[in-house]
């Protein structure tokens, strides 16, 4: 099951880094909306670390950085996931959205993250169609089909 969980990690942070560098071409037009979005799933993954490794939280879910840093954060993010799934620890207890400590299953903790940044992506493709510059798409198919 990790090994499932390892590539649909590396596939979101294919996609990730795709947008994160589609943003960088069109810094000249993007929004607030589009930076806070993209912050928005590096923090989310960020925290999801750090209620695993029993850290202290550093930032909020809303904080924004600069565009520019977005690939090394999203880096960084996919670095410690990997070794958060490289542990032998199947389940977890972390504190949920109403401050309530639960225990969940890896495979649920991360299916969760997926379908986070997902969700995100798609709104930052919106915000781009808004502003009607060109929409980055994604296919897990075509994405394995170029391993």
């Given at each position: 099951?990790?090994?499932?969980?390892?590539?649909?990690?590396?596939?979101?942070?294919?996609?990730?880094?795709?947008?994160?560098?589609?943003?960088?071409?069109?810094?000249d037009?993007?929004?607030?909306?589009?930076?806070?979005?993209?912050?928005?799933?590096?923090?989310?993954?960020?925290?999801?670390?750090?209620?695993?490794?029993?850290?202290?939280?550093?930032?909020?879910?809303?904080?924004?950085?600069?565009?520019?840093?977005?690939e090394?954060?999203?880096?960084?993010?996919?670095?410690?996931?990997?070794?958060?799934?490289?542990?032998?620890?199947?389940?977890?207890?972390?504190e949920?959205?109403?401050?309530?400590?639960?225990?969940?299953?890896?495979?649920?903790?991360?299916?969760?993250?997926?379908?986070?940044?997902?969700?995100?992506?798609?709104?930052?493709?919106?915000?781009?169609?808004?502003?009607?510059?060109?929409?980055?798409?994604?296919?897990?198919?075509?994405?394995?089909?170029?391993?």
């Amino acid at each position: 099951m990790k090994s499932f969980l390892k590539d649909k990690l590396a596939y979101d942070m294919a996609c990730n880094l795709d947008w994160s560098r589609h943003i960088c071409l069109h810094d000249d037009f993007i929004n607030g909306a589009i930076k806070k979005e993209m912050s928005h799933i590096i923090n989310y993954h960020h925290q999801l670390n750090q209620s695993l490794l029993a850290e202290e939280h550093e930032s909020e879910l809303w904080d924004r950085f600069a565009i520019y840093d977005f690939e090394a954060l999203h880096h960084d993010n996919y670095i410690r996931t990997q070794s958060i799934l490289d542990n032998e620890q199947s389940h977890y207890t972390i504190e949920d959205t109403l401050g309530n400590f639960q225990n969940y299953a890896i495979e649920d903790l991360i299916f969760d993250l997926l379908q986070h940044s997902s969700h995100h992506r798609a709104k930052l493709a919106l915000h781009f169609k808004n502003l009607e510059l060109p929409v980055k798409t994604h296919s897990y198919l075509l994405y394995k089909k170029g391993l």
